[in-house]
T-cell receptor, first 114, second 115 residues
């Protein structure tokens, strides 16, 4: 069965500092990979996705993620964090070929210190 | 229109009540989803409709009854719920097939409290 691990439950960074959120997946083949962000009491917003091709993908709000097959990782990065980036971040995977089943990681709560 | 609209935003109900959550999208998506999210937890898939047919039911108790009247609408009928069913219920939609079938657009959710 596919699974997603986000090792960091909470991360605190200072505004303007760089950010990296970790995500590791376990799956027989390279799945579809996603990062979603959720503000308190809100729905989830897609930041970026990886299906194939260039392993460095750009998303919205200045985020990027790098797929590393050898490490089964899909880490999310941002060069300079803004206070408005404080939220819950979920990594998610879906099986190659579709199937409409998205599996989410446990999430990382990001706090930004001013 | 790139939104998924959920109503109501908040719902409080007793254990003997019957209520419904509604979801609407006008993006031409042919797959729609219900997720349940407890506090500090990731969303958990409940149901998937694909081309108006129920394609996935993640062993959800029968007190939750989904309905997809047409390709734009998705309902979740609630009856005889338990306090532990209190959660944020998220609706999502995606394209019906291809790579886009895995790119979900989420609504803002309906916060349900069962007394």
């Amino acid at each position: 069965a596919q699974s997603v691990t986000q090792p960091d439950i909470h991360i605190t960074v200072s505004e303007g500092a760089s950010l990296e959120l970790r995500c590791n997946y376990s799956y027989g083949a390279t799945p579809y990979l996603f990062w979603y962000v959720q503000s308190p009491g809100q729905g989830l917003q897609l930041l970026l996705k990886y299906f194939s091709g260039d392993t460095l993908v750009q998303g919205i709000k200045g985020f990027e993620a790098e797929f590393k097959r050898s490490q089964s990782s899909f880490n999310l990065r941002k060069p300079s964090v803004h206070w408005s980036d404080a939220a819950e971040y979920f990594c998610a995977v879906a099986p190659w070929g579709g199937g409409n089943k998205l599996t989410f990681g446990t999430g990382t709560q990001l706090k930004v210190e001013l | 229109d790139t939104e998924v609209t959920q109503t109501p935003k908040h719902l409080v109900m007793g254990m003997t009540n019957k209520k419904s959550l509604k979801c609407e999208q006008h993006m031409g998506h042919r797959a729609m989803y219900w997720y349940k999210q407890k506090a500090k937890k990731p969303p958990e898939l409940m149901f998937v409709y694909s081309y108006e047919k129920l394609s996935i039911n993640e062993s959800v108790p029968s007190r939750f009854s989904p309905e997809c009247p047409n390709s734009s609408l998705l309902n979740l009928h609630l009856h005889a719920l338990q306090p532990e069913d209190s959660a944020l219920y998220l609706c999502a939609s995606s394209q019906g097939t291809g790579d886009g079938a895995n790119v979900l657009t989420f609504g803002a959710g309906s916060r349900l409290t069962v007394l």
